[in-house]
């Protein structure tokens, strides 16, 4: 059985930030790719982030300069800071865990609301 959990979601008020943490255990091998999608209220989910375990990452543009992503290969966990929030980054946000066997993993995601 494997579990994807994140943590760190939370309440901020415009122009702070917030760091969200995601780790990946049980019987999960060989994973390649980990990262970040998000899902606004009525809007489908989307990419943040992602990272290879060879480190390459890709970003969303609207979020480019202001979030980091960042991973642990040794821990299977990968971490998103996230700078400068904006209203519009308010979403649940889901890690994803996708491994060299084709297997896809979610975790049951956390809540990131922004104040203006």
């Known amino acids: 059985q494997v579990q994807v959990v994140e943590s760190g979601g939370g309440l901020v008020q415009a122009g702070g930030s917030l760091r969200l943490s995601c780790a990946a255990s049980?019987?999960?091998?060989?994973?390649?790719?980990m990262g970040w999608y998000r899902q606004a209220p009525g809007k489908q989910r989307e990419l943040v982030a992602t990272?290879?375990?060879?480190?390459?990452?890709n970003y969303a543009d609207s979020v480019k300069g202001r979030f980091t992503i960042s991973r642990d290969n040794a821990k299977n966990t990968v971490y998103l800071q996230m700078s400068s929030l904006k209203p519009e980054d308010t979403a649940v946000y889901y890690c994803?865990?996708?491994?060299?066997?084709?297997?896809?993993?979610w975790g049951q995601g956390t809540q990131v609301t922004v104040s203006s």
């Open positions: 994803n865990t996708y491994t060299a066997y084709r297997n896809n993993y």
């Open positions: 049980g019987s999960i091998f060989r994973i390649n790719t």
């Open positions: 990272m290879t375990s060879g480190g390459i990452t």
